[in-house]
């Protein structure tokens, strides 16, 4: 169960979102802006499904509100920073383009 890692290409197709092994797993908020962001769900360390956002689709959703240099700002701040006070079911972002390892 812990390799279990199931990841999309886009939007988390209904079966993601409403997977019974979600619930209980912290979801970044508002939904409305941050559910298209959703690529995926996989098993935290404790065995717990968590959801999986892809980070540029988080900075695409606040480009809608802001300029892209304000909306990295802005994901970094107050998504990045927050997520490690978001307890044992916290969200997993990914980073799958611009960032070298």
């Not at 508002?30 to 900075?59: H, L, M």
């Not at 107050?78 to 997993?92: C, E, L």
Request: proline share 5%; aromatic share 10%.
């Amino acid at each position: 169960m812990a390799n279990d890692v199931r990841i999309g290409s886009g939007v988390a197709p209904e079966d993601e979102l409403f997977h019974p092994d979600i619930y209980g797993a912290v979801q970044l908020e508002p939904k409305k802006t941050f559910d298209q962001s959703i690529v995926g769900r996989t098993y935290n360390a404790d065995g717990e499904c968590v959801i999986v956002y892809d980070y540029w689709k988080i900075v695409e959703a606040m480009e809608e509100e802001m300029p892209t240099d304000e909306a990295i700002e802005y994901v970094e701040y107050n998504t990045i920073r927050a997520i490690a006070y978001m307890g044992s079911r916290r969200p997993v972002i990914l980073y799958s383009e611009g960032i070298e390892c």
